[in-house]
């Protein structure tokens, strides 16, 4: 009996632990909603994972940790975008 208990105790608290996942991913969706953020699924290639590594944002070491190449990723992005700022600002 005290082993059904346990479980079912267990299994309130991992509920709980969904629940308060929930709730932490609903804010931080209505946060991003807010400053008209986005989050998009990316599909990264190995001439995408040599940029990052030829331009040093992200050491070999690093490239099974999601968050990351997520981060070295964004870097990537927002020097592209500063490069075709620069081009469109050019002419």
């Known amino acids: 009996m005290v ?4 479980r ?7 509920v709980a632990d969904r629940r308060r996942q929930r709730v932490r991913d609903t804010q931080a969706w209505r946060a991003r909603q807010k ?5 998009l699924p ?10 990052i590594h ?3 944002l992200l050491r070999p070491a690093d490239a099974t940790n999601r968050r990351v190449v997520a981060n070295s990723l964004g870097k990537l992005l927002r020097l592209g975008l500063a490069a075709l700022r620069r081009e ?3 002419h």
């Not at 082993?3 to 346990?6: D, K, S, T, V």
């Not at 400053?35 to 989050?39: E, L, P, W």
């Not at 990316?42 to 940029?51: C, G, K, R, S, W």
Request: aromatic share 4%; charged share 35%.
């Open 3 to 6: 082993e059904i208990l346990m």
């Open 8 to 14: 079912k105790a267990s299994t309130l608290k991992s």
């Open 35 to 39: 400053r008209g953020a986005v989050v």
């Open 42 to 51: 990316l599909e990264v290639d190995e001439e995408v994972f040599a940029l």
């Open 54 to 56: 030829r331009l040093d």
């Open 88 to 90: 469109i600002d050019s």
